[in-house]
């Protein structure tokens, strides 16, 4: 079965500044989607960002962007101009294209300080 | 726009008794899931259903069943609650298919077993 494996379980930055967290997963299929997804103390779970595996170029969504590594199966996120809001909980999320099955690491814990 | 509706958001049961949650969906959603979540574990897969009458196991299906009632529905069952199904947990469905589409999140169940 397939792993995410979020490595820092707790992140800090300065507003306005720019954070990166980071993600790697293991797979052996070739068709797969990437997410991120943000959870806040409400938590409801939010859309960040998404990547298909089969495109080579990065998605951004305004102050966040990816750094996706097909062949290090990395799937980093990059927060700028870091906000107060975006303190939260982070989620690397990993779906099958084959089977929909879907995993989640084990979150990233994002502190920003004013 | 209700999306991914839980119910219910709280329950408090004691070890033995049995529980069923229960999910529904109005997005005419073909894939629905079952997630717990720990602190410091994220969120893990109980049990998928991929599309209406099929249902998969996903990480930690031990100690729970589930019923794809029919498109909209999705319920879980804990058969003699223990107290490490302390947890909350949290339905989730997709549209299915090989999408980039995000899974839509309910509010999440809080579930304490004494």
């Known amino acids: 079965a397939q792993t995410v494996t979020q490595s820092q379980p707790e992140m800090s930055v300065q507003e306005a500044e720019t954070v990166t967290l980071s993600c790697t997963y293991d797979?052996?299929?070739?068709?797969?989607?990437l997410f991120w997804y943000k959870q806040p103390p409400s938590r409801q779970m939010i859309l960040v960002i998404r990547?298909?595996?089969?495109?080579?170029q990065n998605a951004t969504e305004n102050r966040f962007s990816v750094n996706f590594q097909k062949a290090a199966k990395s799937f980093s996120l990059k927060i700028s101009d870091s906000q107060l809001g975006d303190a939260a909980m982070y989620f690397c999320?990993?779906?099958?294209?084959?089977?929909?099955?879907?995993?989640f690491g084990a979150g990233t814990r994002l502190t920003v300080k004013p | 726009n209700a999306g991914v509706t839980q119910t219910p958001k709280f329950q408090v049961l004691k070890t033995g008794q049995s529980m069923t949650l229960q999910c529904a969906q109005d997005?005419?959603?073909?894939?629905m899931y079952w997630y717990r979540q720990d602190p410091g574990m994220g969120l893990r897969l109980i049990y998928y259903s991929a599309s209406e009458g099929t249902t998969d196991k996903g990480e930690v299906p031990n100690g729970y069943n589930v019923s794809r009632l029919n498109k909209r529905e999705f319920s879980l069952r804990l058969e003699s609650a223990a107290p490490s199904q302390t947890s909350v947990y949290f339905c989730?469905?997709?549209?299915?298919?090989?999408?980039?589409?995000?899974?839509?999140f309910g509010d999440g169940t809080r579930l304490s077993i004494l």
């Open positions: 990547q298909e595996a089969y495109k080579q």
């Open positions: 997005m005419n959603h073909n894939s």
């Open positions: 989730a469905s997709i549209s299915g298919g090989s999408s980039n589409q995000p899974q839509h």
């Open positions: 999320a990993y779906r099958s294209g084959g089977t929909n099955d879907m995993r």
């Open positions: 797979t052996s299929e070739s068709d797969y989607y």
